[in-house]
């Protein structure tokens, strides 16, 4: 039987989290501490721990099938390559940030200056379109540091939190772009290998949606049912059971993650009681 190839990085938030996603999937790895291949339960697949860095050349070359990689790498370094599923973890951004005590405007403050970074093509396009120019070194790790040394006037780097620019004396400036974990394809897949990556897929696309919604339960005097369905969303309608206590029912629904206070606060408004929020394992509509 064919397995199709997964790279995922090899340590790290992005690591963690590309995990955690293929255990919801149902899909356990084999892999002992510094192991940079292994094998998979459940699922017929082969897990590449790699340099996020190198992904996208594995991808292009056919080594790997697919990947697990921060849309910031593809960006940079594999706009060829094509994007299966977004993943909706392992957020940032990509920013220019400059010393604190540095008279910031606009990107124009940034003609002619010296900007230490790992992201050369992502920068020199974004300073390309403001038709702004200046002097890029690369640089593969440590970037914050390069204007505390005298290397640089700016950096671009990735920011999550911005503790690590606050702690190196620096302030965000501009956003060049956000990024987000992605499920990224090889040019090169075999068409047995597409067949599993769409098998792979629908796992990744119920765990998300789950990830993304709670169940909720709720009792209400049934001369309010009508004005309290019509606030639920519902997969294609809210399910209402009748409760021993004449005159009151149970309507179980789904509602999204980031709808839930709002709508929380319309039920209430329309008699709602006991309302009970649960988590969702696996969502498949």
């Given at each position: 039987?064919?397995?199709?190839?997964?790279?995922?990085?090899?340590?790290?938030?992005?690591?963690?989290?590309?995990?955690?996603i293929l255990k919801d999937c149902g899909i356990s790895i084999d892999n002992g501490k510094d192991q940079l291949k292994a094998q998979t339960r459940n699922f017929p697949?082969?897990?590449?721990?790699?340099r996020n860095g190198d992904i996208p050349q594995y991808l292009r070359d056919g080594v790997v099938d697919i990947a697990i990689i921060g849309e910031n790498v593809l960006i940079e370094k594999g706009k060829d390559i094509s994007i299966a599923e977004r993943l909706n973890f392992s957020k940032c951004k990509v920013s220019l940030a400059v010393p604190k005590d540095f008279q910031y405007n606009s990107i124009e403050d940034l003609d002619g200056k010296k900007i230490a970074t790992s992201y050369p093509n992502t920068v020199n396009e974004y300073l390309g379109k403001k038709g702004v120019k200046a002097e890029l070194h690369q640089i593969s790790g440590s970037v914050e540091i390069a204007p505390n040394i005298g290397l640089a006037d700016a950096i671009c780097d990735i920011v999550s939190s911005g503790s690590t620019l606050f702690k190196n004396n620096l302030k965000e400036v501009e956003v060049m772009l956000t990024s987000e974990a992605v499920l990224a394809v090889s040019p090169k897949i075999s068409d047995e290998n597409k067949r599993l990556l769409e098998k792979l897929q629908f796992r990744i696309q119920a765990v998300l949606k789950a990830r993304n919604s709670k169940y909720v339960l709720l009792n209400a005097p049934n001369n309010k049912i009508e004005d309290i369905v019509k606030i639920l969303p519902g997969m294609r309608s809210p399910t209402v059971l009748p409760l021993a206590e004449k005159g009151w029912s149970s309507i179980h629904t789904v509602v999204e993650k980031n709808k839930f206070w709002e709508i929380l606060d319309e039920l209430k408004a329309e008699g709602a009681e006991g309302i009970l929020v649960c988590p969702i394992e696996k969502m498949v509509l």
């Open positions: 039987m064919s397995k199709i190839k997964i790279a995922i990085q090899k340590s790290g938030r992005l690591n963690e989290d590309s995990v955690k697949m082969e897990v590449m721990f790699l």
